[in-house]
C-alpha cells in the first residue's frame, strides 16, 4: 500500500486526514512540525506528502526547500486563503500542487490521485524507453535523464517539462499551455512559475543558460525544444504528458 505522509500541526485535522486517506486505501504517517516532518521526508519514502504552509520549528516553505535539495517526492502544499505570497513560492520551489484551506476531502482526494498517477507513469503506456539528443538521454519509464553519462536530479514537475517538450520538437507551447498541460490545473496568475522551473530545467541540461542548445525562448509566447538536433529512438517517440 502507498503511504502518504502528513505534516500538520492541526492534529484534528491531521486525524481526519488520516481517516479518510485510509479509507481511500493508503497508510499514514503524520508529524506535527516541520523538523519532525523533514526527517521523516528524508529518511523514508512515500507516495505523497500533504505539507502545511504555516508549521512549528519550520514553516511549509522551508520543508519544502529541504526535501527539494535531496529527494523528489510529490508534494501538495495546504495553504491558507490569504496566502497568495506562499501558493507562489510552493509552486516555485517544487510542489506540485497546493489545496487552500477549507477544502472538501473528495477534491483533495482527487487531487492526490492526480498527482500520484503524473508522478508514476506507467510503463507500459509509454511507447518509447529512451531518447538520446546529442550527450542528453532520458529514459523515459525509468524516469532518469544522463548528461555526458552523469545522472541529473530532476523534481518531477522538470522531468515532466523535458519530457513534454523533448517529446514534441519545435512545438511552441505557452506557458498557460505549460501550466495546463504538466501541472494539470489552470493556475491563472502563476505563468512565471513556468519560468522558475525552465531556469531550473536549463541550469541542469544546459552548458551554458545563457545560450541553450536543447529548451529555447521563443520571445513573447513560450518555450520549446530545439527541433535541429536530432533525436535517436528506440521507436518513433509520440508523447503528451
Known amino acids: 500500500m502507498k503511504k502518504i505522509l502528513i505534516i500538520d500541526d492541526d492534529k484534528a485535522m491531521s486525524k481526519l486526514l488520516e481517516i479518510n486517506i485510509s479509507n481511500n486505501g493508503y497508510t499514514t504517517e503524520t508529524a506535527y512540525d516541520g523538523e519532525q516532518g523533514t526527517a521523516l521526508a528524508l529518511n523514508n519514502d512515500f507516495a505523497l506528502i500533504l505539507l502545511d ?18 529527494k523528489q517526492t510529490p508534494i501538495i502544499m495546504l495553504t491558507g486563503k490569504t496566502q497568495e505570497l506562499d501558493k507562489v513560492l510552493s509552486l516555485e520551489l517544487g510542489a506540485d500542487d497546493y489545496v487552500t484551506k477549507p477544502f472538501g476531502i473528495r477534491e483533495l482526494m ?4 492526480a498527482v500520484i498517477r503524473r508522478c508514476n507513469v506507467e510503463p507500459n503506456k509509454i511507447q518509447n524507453k529512451t531518447l538520446l539528443f546529442g550527450d ?8 532518469k535523464v544522463m548528461k555526458n553519462q552523469d545522472k541529473i536530479g530532476l523534481s518531477p514537475k522538470e522531468f515532466e517539462l523535458l519530457i513534454l517538450l523533448a517529446s514534441n ?12 498541460i504538466v501541472w494539470g490545473y489552470d493556475f491563472k496568475g502563476y505563468s512565471h512559475t513556468v519560468n522558475s522551473h525552465i531556469n531550473r530545467l ?8 545563457t545560450n541553450p542548445e536543447f529548451i529555447l525562448t521563443e520571445w513573447g509566447i513560450g518555450y520549446k525544444f530545439n527541433e535541429e538536433l536530432s533525436a535517436s529512438v528506440n521507436e518513433e517517440l509520440s508523447i503528451t504528458i
Open 136 to 143: 542528453l538521454f532520458i529514459d523515459i519509464a525509468k524516469r
Open 110 to 113: 482527487a487531487r492526490m490521485k
Open 169 to 180: 520538437p519545435g512545438k511552441i507551447f505557452s506557458r498557460i499551455n505549460l501550466l495546463q
Open 53 to 70: 504552509i504555516t508549521l512549528p520549528k519550520l514553516d511549509g516553505i522551508e520543508v519544502c526547500k529541504r526535501i527539494r535539495k535531496e
Open 202 to 209: 536549463r541550469s541542469k541540461v544546459e552548458l551554458d543558460m
